[in-house]
Each structure stands twice: as C-alpha cells, then as structure tokens.
C-alpha cells in the first residue's frame, strides 16, 4: 500500500472501554473505530508477525481482550497494553493509518484463517 507523501497521523485517538473500541481520526479526516480484538490479533510484534514471511502466528481466543493502557512512543507511535499481557507491538502511525484503510479485507481474512484452524470465535464479555 502506498501512502502519499504527506504525512498522516491521529489527530485523536480515543478509547472506548465498554465497546472495546479504539477510535483515531486521522489528520487527512480519516476516522475509524477498531476493535481491541482486531488490534490485538495484528499487532506488529515478532509474538504475532513471526521473525519473517510466513512465521505469522495466528492469535486465537482474543474476543474479549481490552486494551489497558495506551503509552506514546516519541512522535510516531503507540504501545498498546493488553488485557491478556500482551505489550510489545509498537504500532507507528503509518501502521494504524493501514490497519484503517484496510480493516475490512483483514478482518475477513483473519476470521478465514480462524475457520481454517477450526477455531469458532467466542464472545463471553465476562
């Protein structure tokens, strides 16, 4: 994915508890609502990216994970902390803006993935 010269980063970035949502609107006027699932199970992190191309490791039972605390990593990122413990994904602003724009298609292909692994998502909320 190309992203224009320009750079683009969160003018806001808010975070929803109740609904587990993560809401940024972005400085071109993109706004999204990603879910702490969604975040969770794409994190940048060698535990979830593997050590290259095709050493992914596919996240399972994260339904119910919610996001803890959110920490600015200098000017160009966020760490985001996970119920489950999960804290070692630096997601760049260039990452999230792409994780937006794209969060359809990665959406279903996760829950392809899931059902391939015959893993049946579960939402408990408790």
């Given at each position: 994915?190309?992203?224009?010269n320009?750079?683009?980063?969160?003018?806001?970035?808010?975070l929803h508890?109740?609904?587990?949502?993560?809401?940024?609107?972005?400085?071109?006027?993109?706004?999204?609502?990603?879910?702490?699932?969604?975040?969770?199970?794409?994190?940048?992190?060698?535990?979830?990216?593997?050590?290259?191309?095709?050493?992914e490791?596919?996240?399972?039972h994260k339904?119910?994970?919610?996001?803890?605390s959110?920490?600015?990593?200098?000017?160009?990122?966020?760490?985001?902390v996970?119920?489950d413990?999960?804290?070692?994904?630096i997601?760049?602003?260039?990452?999230?803006?792409?994780?937006?724009?794209t969060y359809?298609?990665?959406?279903?292909?996760?829950?392809?993935?899931?059902?391939?692994?015959?893993?049946?998502?579960i939402?408990?909320?408790?």
């Open positions: 994915m190309t992203i224009s320009a750079k683009i980063y969160p003018l806001e970035i808010k508890q109740a609904s587990k949502l993560l809401e940024i609107k972005f400085s071109n006027l993109t706004e999204c609502m990603l879910s702490c699932e969604f975040l969770r199970v794409h994190s940048p992190s060698a535990e979830v990216r593997g050590h290259g191309p095709g050493q490791i596919l996240q399972i339904e119910n994970v919610t996001i803890e959110i920490e600015p990593v200098g000017q160009y990122a966020v760490k985001l996970f119920s413990g999960h804290n070692t994904g997601y760049t602003w260039d990452y999230l803006y792409e994780l937006a724009v359809e298609a990665l959406w279903e292909e996760y829950l392809k993935k899931l059902s391939n692994a015959g893993i049946q998502r939402e408990t909320d408790g």
